[in-house]
Antibody
Framework: EVHLVESGGALVQPGGSLRLSCAAS????????MHWVRQAPGKGPVWVSR????????SYADSVKGRFTVSRDNAKNTLFLQMNSLRAEDTAVYYC?????????????WGQGTVVTVSS | EIVLTQSPGTLSLSPGESATLSCRAS???????LAWYQQKPGQSPRLLIY???SRATGIPDRFSGSGSGTDFTLTISGLEPEDFAVYYC???????????FGPGTKVDIK
């Protein structure tokens, strides 16, 4: 069974940094592209970032480009999101999601999310 | 950037009735790149439909997707109690890579 468990969410001040982790199990993690998607309270999901299976290619939404960095450790089946220069508008539940294999245009499994709150 | 609009915002129906949810794109979307998700309170989204009309693994056949170009539809034939939730459409473009979601349609119990 596919399992994605996020951690690392916290209350942080504007301008601060945070590193999120996503532990994956139940599938061949190193074979899959992975994503981070966030959802502000009462809003729809918003895609944040994508990383290819071997970590060679990454993509970001314009709103986080230059501030967030996605990475992965395939030996430890773990996905990361380093978030710097955090802003109030980054407040959201952050989900890691598995890329829909073969299509690369949807998300077929999601974790339960970790809450990031940016506030002074 | 392609913007997705969903209607109605809220749909109030009774169990057993059918629901028709609309997703309209600001530009033409390849059918292969349109997906639908269900999200219940306190849960993460669940993939229902990919490629505009193909059901994801384990999704009951009362869920069906259709459409092309700029107009897509999710139909739920015979609402079950567990179907009352928020539904999002999502599209993908690859130059540059960008996934966008609609604002959602809430299906609640009448």
């Amino acid at each position: 069974e596919v399992h994605l468990v996020e951690s690392g969410g916290a209350l942080v001040q504007p301008g601060g940094s945070l590193r999120l982790s996503c532990a994956a199990s139940g599938f061949g993690f190193s074979d899959y592209w992975m994503h981070w998607v966030r959802q502000a309270p009462g809003k729809g999901p918003v895609w944040v970032s994508r990383i290819h299976s071997d970590g060679s290619f990454t993509s970001y939404a314009d709103s986080v480009k230059g501030r967030f960095t996605v990475s992965r450790d395939n030996a430890k089946n773990t996905l990361f999101l380093q978030m710097n220069s955090l802003r109030a508008e980054d407040t959201a539940v952050y989900y890691c999601a598995r890329d829909f294999p073969g299509f690369h245009n949807a998300f077929d499994f999601w974790g339960q999310g970790t809450v990031v709150t940016v506030s002074s | 950037e392609i913007v997705l609009t969903q209607s109605p915002g809220t749909l109030s129906l009774s169990p057993g009735e059918s629901a028709t949810l609309s997703c309209r794109a600001s530009q033409s979307v390849s059918s292969s790149r349109l997906a639908w998700y269900q999200q219940k309170p306190g849960q993460s989204p669940r993939l229902l439909i990919y490629g505009a009309s193909s059901r994801a693994t384990g999704i009951p056949d009362r869920f069906s997707g259709s459409g092309s170009g700029t107009d897509f539809t999710l139909t739920i034939s015979g609402l079950e109690p567990e179907d009352f939730a928020v539904y999002y459409c999502q599209q993908y473009t690859d130059t540059p890579p960008l996934f966008t979601f609609g604002p959602g349609t809430k299906v609640d119990i009448k």
